[in-house]
């Protein structure tokens, strides 16, 4: 068929986030359209978020076992066919362990010969200090390749969309509860972020997204914005997701870039 988006069988796709939960948020959609093409999706995860709030029920000394299997159910909601759980201490990633996670990602990159490689932008999506640990690492690793390394993504978000899911929650009677939305205002999504240059419609992936979201039931709670979206919100705010090509010396795959049209 003319201008179908090709197949993508026996290509390896890498995200390399920080928390169980970032993959859904950030690019569930992407990740879920990618398995959809064929495409073998790994997530390299660099912690169990121990630290993550909100543990409901779970005690906190569960919690990253219990995000471990969230992750993983995640992972079956979006296509996910590989998780790698590291153990870097959750709340440190800026800091903690550098020189062990840039030799784990390089190590998968040389190993798996990934098409692409996706990860948080400068910005962390939102300033979060463990997702721009994550940033630089994979920068680092992926610029030490030269012109072998994978063309490398920085997902992004626009500002207001956060602001927009929080208002219609607070609109349907959510509370936000009294440390905030995750301990975070939801104005800081996409504040002060480097513009994306593609945008991927994953509309029809969005059921799949907020599955892949609802998962980290421990980070979403009863009553949490996510929880009632309604399936004209969902496609409206899930429904497309943004990217920025890193511009450094790469390899010409675009396998991104093709699921842009
Ligand atoms: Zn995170």
């Known amino acids: 068929m ?6 993508l069988d026996g290509q390896v796709v890498l995200a390399v986030f920080a928390h169980p939960d970032d993959e859904s948020l950030a690019c569930g959609g992407t990740l879920a359209r ?3 093409l064929g495409a073998s999706v790994v997530v390299m995860c660099a912690s169990h978020g121990e630290r993550g709030s909100d543990a409901g029920p779970v005690r906190d000394d569960d919690l990253g076992r219990a995000r471990a299997l969230e992750m993983r159910a995640a992972a079956r909601a979006l296509g996910i ?3 790698q759980l590291f153990a870097h201490p959750d709340g440190e990633l800026r800091w903690a362990e550098v020189t062990l996670f840039n030799a784990e990602i390089l190590l998968f990159i040389r190993q798996r010969r990934p098409s692409a490689v996706i990860t948080f932008g400068e910005d962390g999506l939102y300033w979060h200090p463990d997702h721009i640990g994550v940033y630089e690492r994979v920068l680092t690793a992926v610029k030490s390749l030269g012109d072998d390394a994978p063309p490398l993504y920085f997902v992004t978000m ?3 969309v956060m602001p927009e ?3 219609s929650a607070v609109a349907r009677g959510w509370a936000p509860p009294a440390k905030g939305f ?3 205002t939801p104005e800081s999504f996409g504040l002060l972020a480097e513009p994306h240059t593609m945008a991927i419609d994953v509309a029809d992936a969005v059921p799949r997204k907020l599955s892949g979201i609802l ?3 421990t980070q979403m709670g009863t009553g949490h914005p996510f929880s009632d979206l309604s399936p004209v919100d969902a496609r409206r705010w899930l429904g497309r997701e943004y990217f920025r090509r890193a511009d450094i010396p790469c390899r010409p795959d675009r396998i991104l870039e093709d699921l842009c049209t």
């Not at 003319?2 to 197949?7: E, F, I, K």
């Open 215 to 217: 998962a980290h039931g």
């Open 2 to 7: 003319a201008g179908a988006t090709p197949r």
């Open 158 to 160: 626009p500002t207001g």
């Open 182 to 184: 995750w301990s975070i």
């Open 34 to 36: 990618l398995a959809d």
């Open 165 to 167: 899911i929080v208002q």
């Open 81 to 83: 066919s590989e998780v």
